[in-house]
């Protein structure tokens, strides 16, 4: 069975640091395209990090610029979300996603983590 499993969420404090891991099993990750998205409730998806399955070239969404790093290890056949300086409003279910032919952020995705809860609070 193809599926992404996602680990590492849970609560931190303003401007701590979370990483979030994303695991490909079934299949090989090395060249697909490979996001994170966020939802809360109420306010549509929004793609937070993505590498293109293209040329590797990187996308953050402004808010997470210079806070928030995407990484693959493709011999752990893994990715990642590195969060830093973490914000109230970074609260949101974190989804993993990845796609032999995405792009960035408005490719389709066909393989998606369970998604994980990352809450910020003090």
């Known amino acids: 069975q193809l599926q992404l499993v996602e680990s590492g969420g849970g609560l931190v404090q303003p401007g701590g640091s979370l990483t979030l891991s994303c695991a490909g099993s079934?299949?090989?990750?090395?060249?697909?395209?490979i996001s994170w998205f966020r939802q809360t409730p109420g306010k549509e998806r929004e793609a937070v990090a993505c590498i293109s399955s293209a040329d590797g070239r990187i996308y953050y969404v402004d808010s997470v610029k210079g806070r928030f790093t995407i990484s693959r290890d493709n011999a752990r056949n893994t990715f990642y979300l590195q969060m830093n300086s973490l914000k109230f409003e970074d609260t949101a279910v974190y989804y993993c996603a990845a796609d032999p032919w995405a792009t960035g952020p408005f490719s389709d995705y066909d393989y998606w983590g369970q998604g994980t809860q990352v809450t910020v609070s003090s």
């Open positions: 079934g299949f090989t990750l090395d060249s697909y395209g």
